[in-house]
DNA sequence: CTGAAAGCGCTTACAG
DNA sequence: CTGAAAGCGCTTACAG
């Protein structure tokens, strides 16, 4: 089925059969039903190439994201290189941005400029969620659709967020965490000192979710910053004086650290640990039994899928059917790591 | 940069330009040379709306599943379906075939139906994988590629292999299991009592990892026929009789019978249960605590990237970079299980 | 071996 | 409000 023929059935031009497809204001009523009529009865599709080619358009999509935990970022670019490669043969163009961690001012500065240089479109990874709203706002009225990625700003006027629920998150480690420790025992909190939402939500749910477990009890919640300082002679310290302790939670990116602590304070297998995200460091101690599991949010995705509804949405105007798009909580142990480590390369196949 | 543009720089007609491209034969060495250079020179990327739209081919691809368990085959429908929707526009027709699981014939009937009914390409999910061999091998010689499904047949002239590593599948079940078990008492397995290889390799994977925890034993290996029958009253019994029993693995589709003889036999949070698959009964007694883990094998992509995988080679000519293609193992416990049970509403989004 | 030309299915100024 | 026509970038018979 095609235009002409919808056309010669209906005695009326191609072009009339387009600007009703397209919904065309100039459309006497009656043509306008007669066609819709007509493309239903035939099941019409559009030839997406042939739409395609003659609406060539050419899109510039800005990722930015920020510099820690580098193994992170990593493979959220794997996902955004994988959709421009798909997309680069359409037309399509993606840079990718990564600012300083400890300078959560150069996100808001870039966002100021990509405008000018002439992006259609805007992912960002927020690192201080507050400090961007209002440019958010700015660049979303301005007709450049902003998709916000790994940690939400629902505030913020936005086409779409990607990534995970948080509290789901924290109530997933516990669960993992509490079954590993038998469902009794006494756990150690790792979290940060300084307020970001998105940690203090994962221990939120964490506590929700303890509070079905009651022969757990929290001996203590220690607090670091966000480059994870001390960690190490804390974590060591505690399970030497403790020795009630069974499980760890570590709720921000301090696996690595506490890992080794619990290697060096000789507790493998005696305290079980759960914290996030996948590193070939993070693997090395899952594989030592120093680190139970760890919870991934489907990094490659959140790249990925952040370019693709933007692009979607400035080639065909499609809205996210959702305005959050939950990534799902990966659970891995030491003998499913491998599968989710290699993700980038597995991918790879199909967007050549 | 288009075809005509490296043709008007060149002072040659874009017709030799695109024969160069493609590879036809008839280009003088000197000529293809040069066109290789400037293409190379400008970044040359064809533009494949205007490649589809002018080499237009409708293919028809057909996916052959069987009927149980038919939660799980339903997911990969899902899969199929959301390829199918994505390739529509571009000319593509998908069939699925669904043929009883107690009648493996059915398969090879139909394997030697389909090229007759006009199909380019063919995925199946072998039934009984021996039967298979030679159709398949037919097949693939009369230039109709076939990807197989969920469990591989080595031996088979195939495109490539989509699904999980069966190994892998058994050990990280007995990780989990020992995990929630602390490390040491009796496990139950249950399996097949025909020789089903893939399940064959889970348990084989299974035993392979417990020989790392020493104080877990096997206490018993309760077999059973495909459709799970006496599951039920064999759990029970022997968790009334054997009350050492605190891991069962359940290496085959039986999870929902074993659950509610858990429940029956008191011993929800006593006994760790692990096995495959998700629906939303296992997802039931996943949250009363009957059921600690399942793994999963990403059915949707199963059938989402069987189709692809097809679908570019006879668009392209483009290979799998490898002949196996390994699905994720997934770990899922009751805290993340809704993510995996509704990922077929969350892919949608996409292939719309 | 190569050029000129037709045509894939669609959209959109341009006339009227 | 609608038709006739141009053109998106590419491939491929058809001539030569």
Redesign the interface.
């Known amino acids: 089925m095609t235009t002409s023929e919808i056309a010669k059935k209906l005695g009326i031009s191609r072009g009339t059969v387009s600007r009703v497809i397209n919904n065309h204001p100039n459309v006497k009523e009656e043509t306008r039903k007669k066609v819709l009529e007509a493309l239903k009865a035939s099941n019409y ?9 003659v609406m ?1 358009r050419n899109f510039k999509i800005a990722v930015v994201v920020f510099s820690e935990p580098k193994f992170f970022w990593k493979q959220v670019e794997f996902g955004v290189n994988s959709a421009h490669n798909e997309l ?4 399509v163009k993606v840079e990718y941005f990564v600012t300083d961690i400890l300078k959560p001012d150069e996100q808001l500065e870039l966002l100021r400029d990509l405008p000018n240089q002439g992006f259609d479109a805007i992912a960002i990874a927020p690192n201080n969620p507050l400090l961007l709203v209002e440019q958010i706002d700015a660049i979303s009225t301005s007709n450049i659709p902003v998709v916000i990625i790994n940690v939400d700003i629902p505030t913020a006027n936005r086409l779409c967020y990607v990534g995970c629920n948080y509290i ?1 998150s924290g ?2 480690a ?3 965490l509490a ?2 420790m ?2 009794n025992g006494h756990v150690l909190i790792l979290t940060l000192q300084d307020q970001v939402i998105a940690i203090e939500q994962r221990v939120t749910g964490f506590r929700q ?1 303890l509070s079905n477990y009651r022969n757990i009890y929290i001996d203590q919640v220690s607090r670091f910053n966000r480059l994870a300082e001390g960690v190490y002679d804390e974590v060591y310290s505690i399970l030497n004086k403790n020795h009630e302790i069974n499980g760890i939670y570590v709720s921000f990116g301090a696996l690595e650290q506490t890992a080794q602590a619990v290697i060096d304070a000789n507790m493998v ?1 005696k305290v ?1 640990v759960v914290g996030y995200d996948l590193s070939e460091t993070i693997y090395d101690y899952m594989k030592k039994g120093a680190i ?2 760890t919870i991934c949010h489907e990094p490659f995705n959140q790249g990925y ?1 952040a370019v ?2 933007l692009h ?1 949405y400035l080639r065909s105007g ?1 809205m ?3 305005s959050i ?2 990534t ?9 790591a491998s ?2 480590l290699n ?1 980038q390369k ?1 991918l ?3 967007h ?1």
């Open positions: 599709i559009p030839n997406e190439a042939a739409r395609a080619l060539k680069k043969p359409h037309g789901h109530a997933l516990c669960e993992i079954k590993c038998n469902y979710e297998n079980s139970t599991a899928f693709k509804i979607n499609i996210p059917s959702s798009m939950y799902k909580l990966e659970a891995i142990f030491s003998r499913n599968y989710y993700e597995h790879e196949l199909f050549l």
